[in-house]
């Protein structure tokens, strides 16, 4: 059986992640324990909380050697809010702060948006395919699932873009390299990177947990790619 485990590292948000993944996995665990991280088949880091206080929380619970074995060894892993964000190199809240370096890139503040936009970034707001040229207003439904096409075999599958989901963060996932940003959404005329991969390794700036069904077919795709692994 395959078995999900969601690391515990001392920040908030981490239940209502456990219940979405266990409507599509019987064996998920929460643990920060570093013989569970090693044992499981895929990992989740949720979670929301400063970049430095995640970093912390991994070092000093001795987690960083398994999480980043874990990666090594091409095994699922999920981040999700500020779990999405320590997958990049460096965070730049409160201070210059390591992260996971999964991925390249940094972990910035908003820049200053439209008149009137207030961070933090909160509440439901759509993913997008990254393109140049954003989708033409009133863009059909045939257009937009051919468009849904390009997520096919990604943890998207099946997510129609345009898809609401549940956004609440000061800070933005900023990669280097475009083929990582896997989704965009735009907030105060800035379009941001709302989901990152890079092969076994997915980022979601968002809540999946709490973004209705668009959301939970994230975490069943998940759990599907971490069957297969």
Not at 110 to 115: I, M, R
Not at 184 to 211: N, W
Request: charge should be negative; proline fraction near 7%; hydrophobic fraction near 40%.
């Amino acid at each position: 059986m395959t078995r999900i485990c969601v690391v515990d590292y001392g920040v908030g948000n981490i239940f209502s992640a456990i219940k979405g993944l266990k409507r599509f996995a019987e064996d998920v665990v929460l643990s920060e324990d570093p013989k569970e991280l090693h044992e499981a088949d895929a990992l989740v880091l949720p979670g929301q909380g400063s970049f430095e206080a995640g970093m912390r929380g991994l070092t000093i619970r001795n987690l960083l050697g398994e999480v980043k074995m874990a990666a090594e060894k091409g095994k699922p892993i999920l981040g999700i809010c500020l779990g999405a964000q320590l997958l990049l190199e460096k965070g730049f809240e409160f201070g210059e702060w390591e992260g996971l370096g999964f991925l390249p890139g940094n972990v910035v503040r908003f820049p200053p948006l439209e008149h009137g936009t207030k961070t933090p970034h909160m509440g439901w707001n759509s993913i997008e395919i990254p393109s140049i040229n954003p989708p033409p207003p009133g863009e059909g439904g045939a257009e937009r699932q051919e468009r849904g096409n390009q997520w096919k075999g990604t943890v998207l599958e099946g997510v129609a873009p345009g898809a609401d989901m549940y956004f609440i963060h000061s800070y933005i996932l900023q990669p280097k390299d475009r083929p990582h940003v896997l989704a965009e959404t735009m907030y105060g005329g800035l379009t941001f990177a709302s989901v990152i991969d890079r092969g076994a390794i997915v980022g979601c700036q968002f809540h999946p947990e709490k973004s209705g069904e668009a959301g939970l077919r994230i975490l069943r795709n998940f759990v599907a790619m971490a069957q297969k692994s």
